[in-house]
């Protein structure tokens, strides 16, 4: 983080102000969206009726995705963002094109949209099979004991490791995806979006187990994230965890059929 030091105090203001901004938005909006859905108004209604997906509800879903990414994904991205703006400033004062730090946010986050539109097809998916609640939780134990043994054992994958080791090593991502200009950032932003994703798209499933509104899980999916990729466990750390995983997939399981 020496790099990051050396840049402008008023570029390290002005972009932490931002990521931190947009952070705290996107929470505000999901906790104002999780209070509204939680109100026994709402719950009531939930419980009497079957949501239809035309295009509204459809949006409304796309949009809670996408926000709710921002929220969750920002703070872990914040160390890569802040380093490629340190190397971009550097890049301009030896006469290279400046290269934009918001292009290069940009990318990341439109990587993480894409993502929620596929998740919001997949929650449409999922309620066509009566596999969800009305509250967007995991109808099913077994279907719920299936998303954490999946969780579980994709911590164990060689592709989880790769797109880890990616996260975990801004310099070395910047220096081999280096491209100059705006539309270089973009796409660099895009690349380190990729595998962000491939390093933790199963992990969001985990939402649809404990509550796609649920606060307190989405915060402890947002901290476990920030986690794996900022302690120095590498990847003895993701199959730690993977193991944890399992073993709670396999308990619920157990815990479904037996009763």
């Known amino acids: 983080m020496h790099l990051v030091n050396n840049l402008p105090r008023r570029d390290l203001v002005v972009i932490s102000a931002s990521l931190t901004g947009v952070t705290i938005l996107s929470?505000?909006?999901?906790?104002?969206?999780?209070?509204?859905?939680?109100?026994?108004?709402?719950?009531?209604?939930?419980?009497?009726?079957?949501?239809?997906?035309?295009?509204?509800?459809?949006?409304?879903?796309?949009?809670?995705?996408?926000?709710?990414?921002?929220g969750m994904m920002v703070p872990s991205a914040a160390p890569m963002i802040l380093i490629y703006a340190a190397v971009a400033r550097k890049a301009k004062k030896e006469g290279m094109p400046m290269a934009s730090t918001g292009a290069f946010a940009a990318g990341y986050i439109f990587m993480w949209t894409v993502f929620s539109l596929l998740v919001t097809l997949a929650q449409w998916q999922l309620d066509r099979a009566a596999l969800l609640s009305p509250m967007m939780?995991?109808?099913?134990?077994?279907?719920?004991?299936?998303?954490?043994?999946?969780?579980?054992?994709?911590?164990?994958?060689?592709?989880?490791?790769?797109?880890?080791?990616?996260?975990?090593?801004?310099?070395?991502?910047?220096?081999?995806?280096?491209?100059?200009?705006?539309?270089?950032?973009?796409?660099?932003?895009?690349?380190?979006?990729?595998?962000?994703?491939?390093?933790?798209?199963?992990?969001?499933?985990l939402l649809f187990v404990g509550g796609v509104m649920n606060i307190m899980w989405i915060a402890a999916i947002t901290i476990f994230v920030l986690l794996e990729k900022v302690l120095p466990l590498?990847?003895?750390?993701?199959?730690?965890?993977?193991?944890?995983?399992?073993?709670?997939?396999?308990?619920?399981?157990?815990?479904?059929?037996?009763?």
């Open 234 to 259: 590498g990847d003895k750390g993701a199959k730690l965890s993977g193991a944890v995983m399992m073993v709670a997939g396999i308990v619920m399981l157990l815990k479904s059929l037996w009763m």
């Open 27 to 70: 929470w505000v909006y999901l906790v104002i969206m999780a209070r509204e859905m939680s109100s026994p108004e709402s719950l009531c209604m939930a419980s009497m009726q079957i949501q239809s997906w035309d295009v509204s509800y459809f949006w409304m879903m796309f949009l809670m995705w996408a926000i709710m990414m921002v």
């Open 137 to 205: 939780v995991a109808d099913s134990p077994k279907f719920g004991a299936g998303l954490l043994m999946a969780a579980g054992v994709y911590q164990w994958l060689p592709v989880k490791d790769s797109c880890l080791k990616h996260c975990r090593s801004p310099f070395h991502f910047i220096s081999t995806h280096w491209r100059p200009g705006p539309a270089g950032a973009f796409i660099m932003g895009m690349s380190h979006g990729i595998f962000c994703v491939g390093c933790c798209w199963v992990l969001m499933l």
